[in-house]
Nanobody
Framework: QVQLVESGGGLVQAGDSLRLSCAASGLPFSLHGMGWFRQAPGKEREFVAAISRNGGSTHYADSVKGRFTISRDSAKNTVALQMNNLEPEDAAVYYC???????????????????WGQGTQVTVSS
């Protein structure tokens, strides 16, 4: 049974940092590209960041570029999202996804991801 479990969300002030983590189990982690998406109330799920299954490629949404960093630890089967200089517009439920991509491919299309976690809430006060 595949499980993706996110953690690390919370309530912070604008300008603060948070580190989200996603622990994967029940799947060959090294064969899956990983991504973070977010969904704010009344909005569609949007791409945030992705990392290739070999860890060599990353891709970010323009809105988070330079502030967020995605990384993966294949020894621990985890993927992290370091979020710095948070803005109120970053508030959303953040979801971790896993998909079968080519080794250097990063997935920006949510429809290409086979597995999802339950999400973790990030709230940013101004």
């Amino acid at each position: 049974q595949v499980q993706l479990v996110e953690s690390g969300g919370g309530l912070v002030q604008a300008g603060d940092s948070l580190r989200l983590s996603c622990a994967a189990s029940g799947l060959p982690f090294s064969l899956h590209g990983m991504g973070w998406f977010r969904q704010a109330p009344g909005k569609e799920r949007e791409f945030v960041a992705a990392i290739s299954r070999n860890g060599g490629s990353t891709h970010y949404a323009d809105s988070v570029k330079g502030r967020f960093t995605i990384s993966r630890d294949s020894a621990k089967n985890t993927v992290a999202l370091q979020m710095n200089n948070l803005e109120p517009e970053d508030a959303a439920v953040y979801y971790c996804g896993a998909g079968l991509f080519h080794p250097a491919q990063t997935g920006v299309d949510a429809g290409k991801y086979a597995y999802w976690g339950q999400g973790t809430q990030v709230t940013v006060s101004s």
